[in-house]
């Protein structure tokens, strides 16, 4: 396993820890279904389901209609899911870019916090 894919895999697990303890983001989440690519830049990148509270099928690729592509080179993927790099920033910096609704943007910004 990869830096990137350790890295995403521990924040799904965060992110359903999350899920499991705050109420107000069950509720948010209940009944919602988003297809979600990480799109790598420089390597084959990622796909999950975020399935009624729950991530599902993680794995290499991309999925077909997806409601949510995020895609950045792995270096700097990296360094958001470390904190070394601010979301905001990267995004103001095209170093980072997301396809997605304001409300799938606001669920996918919580993924990396």
Do not use: Y
């Not at 989440?29 to 099928?57: A, C, M, P, Q, W």
């Not at 995020?70 to 958001?80: K, P």
Request: hydrophobic letters at 40%; glycine letters at 4%; aromatic letters at 8%.
């Amino acid at each position: 396993m990869g830096e990137l894919e350790d890295l995403l895999s521990q924040n799904i697990e965060k992110f359903r820890n999350k899920i499991a303890e705050d109420e107000k983001i069950q509720k948010e989440l209940e009944g919602v279904t988003r297809r979600i690519n990480i799109d790598v830049i420089d390597k084959e990148g990622f796909s999950f389901v975020l399935d009624d509270k729950d991530i599902k099928d993680f794995k290499h690729g991309k999925l077909d209609d997806t409601d949510v592509s995020v895609t950045a080179t792995e270096e700097d993927l990296i360094a958001l899911f470390k904190g070394e790099l601010k979301p905001m920033r990267a995004w103001a910096t095209k170093r980072l870019k997301v396809k997605a609704s304001l409300e799938d943007l606001m669920r996918v910004r919580k993924f990396f916090s």
